[in-house]
Nanobody, 124 residues
Framework: QVQLVESGGGLVQAGGSLRLSCAAS????????MGWFRQTAGKERAFVAA????????VYADSVKGRFTIARDNAKNAVYLQMSSLKSEDTAVYYC?????????????????WGQGTQVTVSS
């Protein structure tokens, strides 16, 4: 069973950049596809990006394509979300998720393991 801990959230101005990290423990990290999701108050958790076990296949939500990049380091048991050209609408709590699926998924229902989330606030 894998445990996930996100970090790197904070307050940033619109147009700025932020890098989120998600550290995994308790499982064989390379066996898990990873995803990033985000949630704002009163809304369902929304897909942001996902990456397969080997790190050579990625998928993004249309709203973040060209601005966000997901990557993983299986040697460090970590997945990252590099966010650039941030907009106020990117403000949310960001969660990383994991499961033994292939290649990866944009559906939150396919992930059984979740971190506690990290707040990202983009000021305009």
């Amino acid at each position: 069973q894998v445990q996930l801990v996100e970090s790197g959230g904070g307050l940033v101005q619109a147009g700025g950049s932020l890098r989120l990290s998600c550290a995994a423990s308790g499982g064989t990290f390379r066996h898990y596809a990873m995803g990033w999701f985000r949630q704002t108050a009163g809304k369902e958790r929304a897909f942001v990006a996902a990456i397969n076990r080997g790190g050579d296949w990625t998928v993004y939500a249309d709203s973040v394509k060209g601005r966000f990049t997901i990557a993983r380091d299986n040697a460090k048991n970590a997945v990252y979300l590099q966010m650039s050209s941030l907009k106020s609408e990117d403000t949310a709590v960001y969660y990383c998720a994991a499961d033994r699926i292939h290649p990866a998924s944009g559906d939150a229902k396919n992930y059984g393991y979740w971190g506690q989330g990290t707040q990202v606030t983009v000021s305009s």
